[in-house]
């Protein structure tokens, strides 16, 4: 699988923006997709991810980290191949790139647990 990211840009706090990851590759239905930043100078950190189809339900599930619960929303189509996250209510602490991962187990919500990784899209917020 091969992931792009894109929809970074530079807005003021209070704002929104929604970020794209297009994945290449057969399967993609069967990943679950996460979504990681990186501030300068600091860790590769979790912030939410979408689990593949449940094919007992047939949804979706989605889990965020504390700090952008309520304000961060991960969606997924399949059919096009693309996750997406929709960033509202920016805050300046959420400038960071911003990488999205996929892989085939979920394992944990930590960097080492994602095989596949994209190349990370700037996200700048200013106050």
């Known amino acids: 699988v091969q992931l792009q990211a894109s929809g970074g840009g530079s807005v ?21 997709l996460g979504w990681f930043r990186q501030a300068p100078g600091q860790e590769r950190e979790f912030v939410g991810r979408i689990t593949w189809s449940d ?3 047939g949804g979706r599930r989605t889990y965020y980290a504390d700090s952008v619960k309520g304000r961060f929303t991960i969606s997924r189509d399949d059919a096009k191949n ?10 300046p602490e959420d ?9 085939q187990f979920y394992t ?7 095989k596949f990784w994209g190349l990370g899209t700037l996200v700048t917020v200013s106050s």
């Open 12 to 32: 003021q706090a209070g704002g929104s923006l929604r970020l794209t990851c297009a994945a290449s590759g057969r399967s993609f239905e069967t990943y679950v």
């Open 55 to 57: 094919g007992r339900t």
């Open 82 to 91: 693309t996750v997406y996250l929709q960033m509202n209510s920016l805050k």
């Open 95 to 103: 400038t960071a790139v911003y990488y999205c991962a996929a892989d």
């Open 108 to 114: 944990g919500d930590y960097p080492d647990s994602y």
